[in-house]
């Protein structure tokens, strides 16, 4: 075992204990109708393969802050690797979180080819996405962005106002700068254009069984992101706690989220050692 690694598996100790988590193994099966945090999954049509759960960095996030930046590069970045140790190789960052140094720390401490590394640019033109991607590499210390989402799409017509920074996403696609592109949306005009475009690969959507920060009530979103995953996109589900309006009913959101059958993988920005451990836990122990 790495230093690194009983480092952080011995600190999570008491937590992991009263808890009663069970560590599982990365790549491991569930049995019928139960789900892990740990499950492979693969996004969509894009042939990458990832944790079910990602470590979400952008719980309140904006202006380059959020719940989970304040806990410092040491303290996030310890937060990732732990996830990393118990199977979670999806780490979900965007500019506008300020997350990428925390990221960067704790992909020097795994293989970069275990790891699926999504990020978020607010970028609408050519010149601004091609920047962000040069900037974004830097700053995350890796050569390539598994994948770029334009972030926080709101726009009926954002595939055609914004079709230069699409064109930018696609070419480096084709370069191999990004395995996949696509967007995370905030309007239900946006979200319905993406499951119609094409050009979107993977789709970040809100999704919660109230309806707490969403698009769109529960059944009207679900039923677009059913449309997109017929489509072969990957969909990602977000705000799965409704941005903690759901922090007492953890059990019920999970359930809704694994039982609607849209979701390929969802994100949830824990923001310590035992709330990673207990969301884990509590994944395995859903019940369909």
């Not at 959020?66 to 190789?89: E, F, K, V, W």
């Not at 050009?199 to 109230?210: E, F, K, T």
């Amino acid at each position: 075992m790495k230093r690194r690694e009983f480092i952080g598996r011995a600190a999570s100790g008491v937590g992991a204990a009263w808890l009663g988590f069970k560590p599982v193994a990365w790549g491991s099966t569930a049995p019928a109708g139960r789900f892990r945090a740990a499950d492979v999954v693969t996004l969509g049509s894009t042939g990458i393969k990832t944790s079910r759960l990602a470590c979400g960095t952008g719980t309140v996030g904006f202006n380059h802050h959020s719940n989970q930046t304040a806990l410092g590069i040491q303290g996030l970045s310890d937060l990732l690797l732990q996830g990393y140790d118990h199977g979670l190789r999806f780490f979900d960052c965007a500019d506008s979180y300020g997350s990428h140094p925390h990221v960067a720390a704790a992909l020097k401490k795994v293989p970069r080819d275990k790891v699926t590394v999504l990020t978020k640019s607010w970028s609408r033109d050519g010149d601004g996405m091609r920047g962000d991607l040069e900037r974004f590499r830097k700053e995350l210390g890796t050569d390539y962005l598994d994948i770029c989402l334009m972030h926080c799409l709101t726009e009926a017509d954002w595939t055609d106002r914004y079709r230069s920074a699409m064109d930018v996403l696609e070419e480096a696609r084709q370069k191999g700068i990004i395995r996949a592109h696509g967007c995370s949306c905030h309007s239900i005009e946006a979200l319905r254009a993406a499951a119609k475009s094409d050009w979107v690969q993977v789709d970040l959507a809100r999704v919660n069984p109230i309806g707490s920060h969403m698009d769109a009530e529960p059944d009207t979103v679900v039923s677009v992101l059913r449309e997109m995953k017929a489509r072969g996109k990957g969909v990602i589900g977000m705000k799965i706690l409704g941005q903690g309006d759901m922090r007492f009913r953890v059990d019920e959101a999970l359930h809704y989220a694994l039982s609607r059958g849209v979701l390929d993988a969802f994100t949830i920005g824990a923001e310590s050692r035992s709330e990673q451990l207990d969301l884990i836990n509590r994944i395995s122990a859903v019940n369909l």
